[in-house]
């Protein structure tokens, strides 16, 4: 969860600038609400302060298969083969 909310936070700066930015930040707002990004949980390099990691892995994805929902999410659909 801690890569991931780094991989958003740097798309999040380039989504209002780009194509795919509505529906990303559309997407990133199932999984990170916007004050998971602000500067009471971030360090200054957009990082998950080490309180604000341990807290949101204790309560929010506690037993929670993070990454396969993200790749699950509809976002996703247009890359899935119907067979």
């Known amino acids: ?3 991931i909310h780094l991989l ?6 380039s989504a209002p600038h ?9 997407f990133s707002k199932d999984f990170f609400n916007d004050s998971m ?3 009471d949980v971030c ?3 957009f990082r998950l302060t080490f ?5 949101s892995m204790t309560l929010r994805w506690k037993k929670d ?3 396969f929902r993200i790749l ?9 083969v119907q067979l």
Request: aromatic content about 20%; cysteine-free.
């Open 1 to 3: 969860m801690f890569d």
């Open 8 to 13: 958003f936070s740097e798309l999040r700066m």
């Open 18 to 26: 780009k194509v795919w930015g509505a529906s990303f930040l559309a």
């Open 37 to 39: 990004f602000s500067s």
């Open 43 to 45: 360090t200054s390099q």
């Open 51 to 55: 309180e604000a990691q341990k807290k």
């Open 65 to 67: 298969n993070f990454i």
């Open 72 to 80: 699950s999410h509809q976002y996703f659909s247009h890359l899935r």
